[in-house]
């Protein structure tokens, strides 16, 4: 998945502007390492690190983590690296991703449409084959099939939800407009931003991290904006497993954790009604979850 991903953004457009890609590996035990630095021997020509020009080929820097810090903390450590070099933008991307080659120059374009801009995402699509109901759809609709178009927070329930998931990209979805929250699959962020709110916060590990951040931008007076125009390709869950024992705890944990940070006093009320429920009859890692969220257990947690 990571070298599909890198074998992409080789063919990127980015007018004006310069491009390093930075590869955190997160403690990998799969021989990524290894194949990652083969390929960029390889591919050399393309990726010459660090880039210090507008030649338009983005350069390639591999970090390696000791050990899996988390989606959270393990984007942190790109940030940080990125910072350090006097990086205008940091834009994250998972690696189970293909992008379009204008997706970049859209997303740095929307961002300085308005100096009020903090955060960026784009349009996102099921990979073909990847999608939820690959039963609902005809074969000229594969690839086209929306996993998010803009992000919402249900601030009575407390959930975060994509715009659009499951439909047909028929330009519904075709405004720039401002959004609850940006995905951290594909998330460009202004270094004033992260100057000012911090970075994401390692106590999720791994999911809503994206929704606490944007939060935090929101309140410090950012936009936070959806562009139609910058594209790319996702192979869902393709690390985590939608559905599996790992999803159950960290969405479970980690909403409880979001909703007693940001939502209203009658939010609160209802989901701590609902974490004793879900103690009793929840299902055997959401009761972890749970279990974890009250004994003040994040980062990694009991998983």
């Excluded at 507008?54 to 820097?61: C, D, K, T, V």
């Excluded at 590990?205 to 390709?233: N, T």
Aim: aromatic share 14%; hydrophobic share 35%; charged share 25%.
């Amino acid at each position: 998945m990571t070298l599909n991903c890198l074998r992409s953004l080789a063919k990127i457009r980015c007018d004006g502007f310069c491009v390093e890609v930075v590869v955190v590996d997160n403690g990998s035990t799969d021989g990524s390492v290894f194949r990652i630095k083969e390929y960029v021997q390889k591919y050399s020509r393309l990726f010459v690190p660090p880039i210090r020009d507008n030649s338009g080929n983005p350069s390639i820097r591999l970090i390696e983590n000791r050990a899996n810090l988390g989606f959270a903390e393990g984007n942190n450590v790109g940030i940080k690296y990125a910072l350090g070099e006097g990086a205008d933008y940091a834009c994250l991307l998972n690696n189970d991703t293909r992008v379009d080659p204008n997706f970049l120059v859209e997303l740095v374009r929307t961002a300085e449409s308005d100096g009020k801009i903090g955060i960026v995402g784009g349009k996102i699509y099921f990979e073909k084959g990847y999608e939820f109901h690959k039963e609902r759809y005809k074969k000229e609709d594969l690839g086209k099939v929306i996993w998010y178009a803009g992000g919402k927070i249900d601030w009575d329930d407390v959930y975060a939800t994509h715009r659009g998931v499951d439909e047909v990209d028929q330009g519904q979805y075709d405004a720039v407009s401002e959004t609850g929250y940006i995905n951290g699959c594909l998330m460009l962020i202004k270094r004033e931003v992260l100057r000012k709110v911090g970075l994401f916060d390692p106590k999720y590990f791994l999911y809503y991290e994206d929704a606490d951040l944007s939060v935090r931008a929101q309140r410090a007076g950012f936009k936070i904006i959806y562009s139609p125009w910058a594209k790319i390709w996702h192979l869902n869950a393709g690390s985590s497993g939608s559905g599996s024992f790992l999803h159950d705890y960290f969405t479970t944990r980690n909403r409880m954790l979001f909703g007693m940070k940001y939502a209203q006093f009658r939010s609160k009320i209802a989901l701590l009604k609902e974490s004793l429920k879900l103690l009793k009859s929840g299902r055997q890692w959401q009761k972890i979850g749970i279990r974890d969220f009250y004994l003040n257990k994040f980062g990694k947690g009991s998983w």
